[in-house]
Each structure stands twice: as structure tokens, then as C-alpha cells.
């Protein structure tokens, strides 16, 4: 086998996972995909835009954050995610937690 070959093949066993998934991920990390997969209803999605002072060398742009709040409920229990997409750095962020029912 030639190197090139042997060293791509490391890359996509070992990163391959990261690579396909957008980023890092650690095992039983819950999004609200998961959630849904595991038959969570969602019970509320409240969107809303922040606008910030742009990030250096940039400060004179305007930072937009669509941030998209879900609440999720299975078997009297609630999960609440938060997806965070940032336009000045072109990202997506999701994290999820237990919370309380929704009001």
C-alpha cells in the first residue's frame, strides 16, 4: 500500500465520525434530533434574533444569532434545546438540558 493511501485511511477511521457529524461529539451527547428519534413530542419552539457588536477585525459589522428554543416532553419529563446559529462566525451550536414544563 502507498503512504498516501495508508494515511488516508487512518484520517477517515479515526476522524471520520467528527468529519461526518459537523464537528466533535461525545458519546450520549442529546440533541433534539436524538430527543425525537427516542419519541420526545416537541411541545414548544419559541425563535428569536439578538444582533451584536461584530467580532474583531470586524467590529463595525453587525453579529446576527437566530437562536431556536425547543421544549421537548416524554412521560411527564421535559427536555429544553437550544440551537444557536452565530452569521459572523458561520456556525451552528445545540445544547440541551432538563428543564421545567413549559408555561
Not at 434545546?81 to 408555561?103: F, H, L, W
Amino acid at each position: 500500500m502507498s503512504q498516501s493511501f495508508l494515511s488516508f485511511l487512518i484520517v477517515i477511521v479515526f476522524l471520520g465520525p467528527a468529519i461526518l457529524s459537523g464537528g466533535p461529539t461525545t458519546a450520549g451527547e442529546a440533541t433534539a434530533a436524538s430527543l425525537q428519534d427516542q419519541g420526545w413530542q416537541v411541545v414548544k419552539k419559541r425563535d428569536r434574533q439578538e444582533k451584536r457588536p461584530g467580532i474583531a477585525p470586524y467590529h463595525d459589522l453587525t453579529r446576527v444569532l437566530q437562536i431556536t428554543t425547543l421544549t421537548l416532553a416524554k412521560d411527564g419529563k421535559h427536555q429544553i434545546c437550544e440551537m444557536v446559529y452565530d452569521s459572523q462566525r458561520d456556525n451552528i451550536s445545540e445544547t440541551c438540558r432538563s428543564g421545567d414544563a413549559p408555561k
